[in-house]
């Protein structure tokens, strides 16, 4: 046993109680400093993030015109508020989730909880609250279940990177998707509630104030309006046709109308995806296109463009999922798109197949391995259409050319090329494959089997299908023309002398070539052109703005198009759409057409391609 010094004394019961005592302390004032560590870490997580996104939401919204954020968001705490200004609680309907699919780049701390809530709605959003919300007047960003700090024995919660209202003015580039002209300042709205504009930031809105514009809607050049030095009538009519209005002062002088940049093209998709532009609209987008990056070519709601690696433009034409009623079957697919076109669809031109004698399946003597007749065999054509309808049920739209077909080469078609017995590649080698660009000269004198066997061969190895338009994807396209409101239903329907190249229209021209002798020599556009009424003249692809809507160009006169339709005529079995320079607006509106034999092929028909 171990025997105790003498004098040697232990720890006392007081001194191990002050030990104990001041190690607890030292181990709640480390645990209380790592958790204020933590908050902190937080805190500046969160205010990391609401700078990325600000950084990010400021590039997408210049360059797109809006800002990326489509679901609305309404469960804002009592807490939440106090942070808002005066807009942003006068506005409180105007939040919205930041969508951060939309923006590239980003990495962050907070809002994980998108992935529960993107491609949703509000009554979804709702329930969650580690999502980052964005007001769309004020461009404020929040993330709403907000950050905890203690602070001096208290705890406050942090919702954005500042506590007290942030009432900054923003240089608001777009207002509802209407670009800002470049020098002038966004300064509210006139009593009749139209975007007001000012070279002065903040200036107060005044009545017929010569240096405030305020923006007017329009589908049309002002007739006999002054241009000022530097415009033109042909960008002025682009202008309108993109945004669909134009800003004009207040003593009714001067007009500013928006500069359209076409320039701008994302990659090439390397596979086939979905599209969502600003508004939230979709659209399928092939493997192998571009989508055009321009406010006026990128929503679908004014014309979606795309173009292939070879620079060929093609339009979206959406159809409203909720018109086929859950059809699956293809005969039931047609038959409720027939019902969605309706009254305008005229039963004595229907979607069937014909052969090189005009007989249909069923007929006596009919030839069902003929394709002299569309262009196509019995199979093939029930294969095509089957292949459309399908499409159009999965995909909720299909593509058109944004042009009429052209030709790819410098020397124009002319009755010497027209023959209907001609081969397929002899045509390809006097004029190419049909081509959908600009300033091209049209792919006319063919017949309509010579035109179908030509658009076949572009989906050559691809991931879509080509044809000739099938006629209820034409009167698909008069349809959204007509529900956008973009054109009346008498524009569409009876007289389209107002948007077409028709023998008696007149207007001006300032590109591309025009034929005074149907089409065998063409006189170059050198500054302008104008076109006189009760003439018949021939344009080159997309030669001005006022033929165009949508972005569509020349879907009414000019040149009208073959289509997989057949004629209960039995001299003329074949269908042509939209109308031509030789005659009027109201004989052939955009939605109406002729019969023609198998064996026609003229100065007047060309064609226009689909793609789906």
């Not at 908050?39 to 996104?53: Q, S, W």
């Not at 989730?97 to 980003?106: E, F, H, K, N, S």
């Not at 009714?252 to 701008?264: F, G, S």
């Not at 995806?273 to 004014?302: E, H």
Request: hydrophobic share 30%; charged share 25%.
């Amino acid at each position: 046993m171990k025997k105790t010094k003498k004098g040697e004394k232990g720890i006392s019961l007081i001194s191990l109680t002050i030990t104990i005592v001041i190690l607890v302390l030292i181990t709640n004032m480390l645990v209380y400093n790592a958790k204020d560590s933590v908050h902190i870490k937080n805190l500046n997580g969160m205010k990391n993030d609401i700078e990325n996104l600000r950084d990010k939401v400021s590039e997408f919204y210049n360059e797109y015109g809006n800002i990326p954020a489509n679901i609305q968001y309404t469960n804002l705490s009592t807490e939440l508020q106090q942070v808002f200004n005066e807009k942003e609680k006068k506005n409180l309907n105007q939040f919205y989730v930041v969508d951060l699919q939309a923006m590239q780049g980003l990495t962050l701390n907070y809002g994980n909880e998108y992935e529960k809530v993107k491609d949703t709605n509000t009554e979804n959003a709702n329930r969650y609250t580690d999502l980052y919300i964005i007001n769309k007047i004020t461009h404020n960003i929040f993330l709403v279940k907000g950050i905890k700090v203690k602070e001096n024995n208290e705890t406050k919660t942090y919702y954005t990177d500042y506590t007290t209202p942030d009432n900054n003015t923003i240089n608001f580039r777009y207002v509802d998707g209407i670009k800002i002209p470049d020098g002038y300042y966004y300064i509210g709205e006139n009593d009749e509630q139209k975007i007001v504009i000012s070279q002065t930031q903040d200036d107060t809105i005044k009545p017929n104030q010569e240096n405030q514009y305020v923006w007017e809607i329009a589908d049309k050049v002002p007739e006999g309006f002054p241009l000022q030095s530097g415009q033109t009538e042909e960008e002025f009519a682009k202008s309108i046709e993109s945004y669909h209005g134009y800003y004009i002062n207040g003593t009714k002088t001067k007009a500013i109308y928006l500069p359209n940049d076409e320039t701008k093209w994302s990659k090439l998709y390397t596979k086939n995806a979905g599209y969502t532009d600003l508004n939230g609209d979709t659209a399928y987008i092939p493997k192998g296109f571009q989508v055009s990056l321009s406010p006026s070519m990128g929503t679908i709601n004014r014309g979606l463009v795309i173009r292939d690696e070879n620079q060929n433009e093609y339009v979206w034409i959406p159809v409203p999922e909720s018109i086929l009623n859950g059809a699956q079957e293809t005969k039931d697919i047609e038959t409720e798109l027939r019902k969605y076109v309706g009254e305008h669809e005229n039963e004595d031109y229907v979607d069937i197949w014909y052969d090189g004698t005009g007989k249909t399946e069923g007929q006596e003597g009919v030839n069902v391995n003929d394709s002299t007749g569309c262009g196509l065999t019995l199979q093939e054509y029930k294969d095509l259409k089957d292949t459309m309808l399908l499409s159009i049920k999965e995909h909720h739209g299909f593509y058109i050319g944004r042009y009429e077909a052209g030709i790819d080469g410098e020397t124009p078609r002319t009755e010497v090329s027209s023959s209907s017995t001609k081969p397929l590649q002899d045509i390809i080698n006097e004029s190419g494959l049909p081509i959908s660009k600009q300033d091209k000269y049209t792919y006319n004198y063919t017949t309509c089997s010579q035109a179908q066997k030509l658009v076949s061969e572009l989906d050559e190895g691809k991931d879509y299908t080509t044809s000739l338009m099938f006629g209820i994807q034409w009167n698909l396209v008069c349809k959204w023309l007509e529900e956008n409101k973009v054109k009346t239903i008498e524009e569409i329907y009876t007289d389209s002398s107002s948007w077409g190249n028709y023998s008696n229209a007149t207007f001006n021209i300032n590109r591309g070539k025009y034929s005074t002798n149907k089409g065998n020599t063409y006189t170059e556009v050198q500054e302008n052109y104008i076109k006189p009424s009760s003439t018949m003249i021939l344009l080159t692809t997309g030669a001005t703005q006022r033929n165009s809507t949508m972005n569509i160009h020349d879907l009414a006169g000019n040149q009208t198009e073959w289509t997989l339709e057949y004629s209960k005529n039995d001299k003329s079995p074949c269908r042509n759409r939209g109308g031509f320079f030789a005659g009027t607006g109201s004989e052939a509106p955009a939605n109406s057409g002729g019969t023609i034999s198998m064996t026609g092929s003229f100065s007047g028909i060309a064609f226009r391609v689909a793609m789906y």
